[in-house]
């Protein structure tokens, strides 16, 4: 069986490794970027099953890798969830324009972390 592989784009260290510890040791294969160039890149060369992206990271902006992600695959494109400190209700509207799934504000917990991840996955 394959695993769900999905792609965590985070610039703070210490979130970077919490998300990944506790993806994986739900059992899924986590591949992490510290900066938007390095997201994007993954995201349009790899093929991954979710895509996790911050907003605010060095090179391009999470909402902006969410549009070209989306634009590229269109209806097969992976499910995007934003993690973000910028939680006012602009904020995430401007995500779902984006054409995020999901949006997550931080701080979070990690067990509704997994929750949306997994309804993000399975629906």
Do not use: W
Not at 17 to 30: M, S
Not at 63 to 75: F, M, Q, W
Not at 96 to 115: N, Q
């Amino acid at each position: 069986m394959l695993m769900t592989r999905i792609l965590v784009a985070e610039d703070e260290p210490h979130i970077l490794l919490l998300i990944q510890r506790k993806l994986e040791n739900a059992g899924y294969r986590v591949t992490t970027a510290t900066n938007g160039n390095d997201a994007l890149d993954l995201a349009l060369r790899e093929r991954h099953d979710l895509l996790l992206l911050d907003i605010l990271m060095p090179g391009r902006e999470g909402l902006e890798i969410c549009k070209e992600v989306k634009d590229v695959y269109g209806e097969s494109a992976p499910p995007v969830i934003i993690i973000s400190a910028l939680g006012q209700q602009i904020d995430v509207e401007a995500g779902i324009s984006a054409g995020a799934d999901d949006y997550i504000i931080k701080p979070f917990s990690p067990r509704a972390l997994l929750e949306r991840v997994e309804a993000a996955l399975y629906r």
